[in-house]
C-alpha cells in the first residue's frame, strides 16, 4: 500500500516540473503582465523568441509588433518567477532593438533612461537647480 502514494507523489512532481517549463505558460504571465499595464493585447502579435528556464525562474525574449503586420515593433527581456503555479513578470529589460517604436515611447522615460534636459547650463549660484522665488527675479519694465 506504500507504492501507492509514493508512485502518486512522483507523478505530482512531475507534472508540475513540466508544466513549470512550459513556453505557453511563460507568454502568458507576459500577456497578464502587459495586459495589466495598459497595453492592447489583442493587437498585438507576441511572440518568444527564447526562454531560459532556471528552476522556479525564467528569462523570456518576447518580440511585439502590430497585429497581422508581419514585423517585430519592439524586442523586450523580461524575467519572471513561478508564483501560485503561474508564471509571473518581476523584471523587464530593453533590449534596444526596435522598429516602428521609438526608443522609450509610452514609457515616459527618454531612450538610455537619461534626463534629456541634464548636462545644460550650470543652474544659477546658489540655485541648486531649482526655479529662483519671485523675489528673487529682476524686475519686469512696463511696455510702452
Known amino acids: 500500500m506504500r507504492i501507492v502514494p509514493a508512485l502518486f507523489l512522483t507523478l505530482v512532481l512531475a507534472a508540475c516540473k513540466g508544466g513549470s517549463q512550459s513556453h505557453d505558460a511563460v507568454r502568458q504571465g507576459v500577456v ?11 493587437a498585438m502579435d507576441i511572440t ?51 522598429g516602428a517604436m521609438a526608443p522609450g515611447a509610452g514609457s515616459g522615460t527618454p531612450a538610455g533612461g537619461e534626463n534629456p534636459h541634464a548636462g545644460g547650463a550650470a543652474p544659477a549660484p546658489g540655485g541648486g537647480g531649482k526655479m529662483p522665488s519671485p523675489e528673487d527675479l529682476p524686475p519686469v519694465g512696463k511696455k510702452k
Open 48 to 98: 518568444l523568441s527564447s526562454v531560459k528556464f532556471d528552476g522556479n525562474q525564467a528569462d523570456a525574449t518576447v518580440n511585439m509588433g502590430l497585429k497581422g503586420s508581419g514585423s517585430t515593433a519592439m524586442t523586450m527581456n523580461y524575467h519572471l518567477e513561478q508564483k501560485d503555479n503561474k508564471w509571473v513578470v518581476v523584471g523587464k529589460q530593453d533590449s534596444g532593438q526596435h
Open 32 to 42: 497578464d503582465y502587459l495586459t495589466k499595464a495598459g497595453i492592447n493585447v489583442p
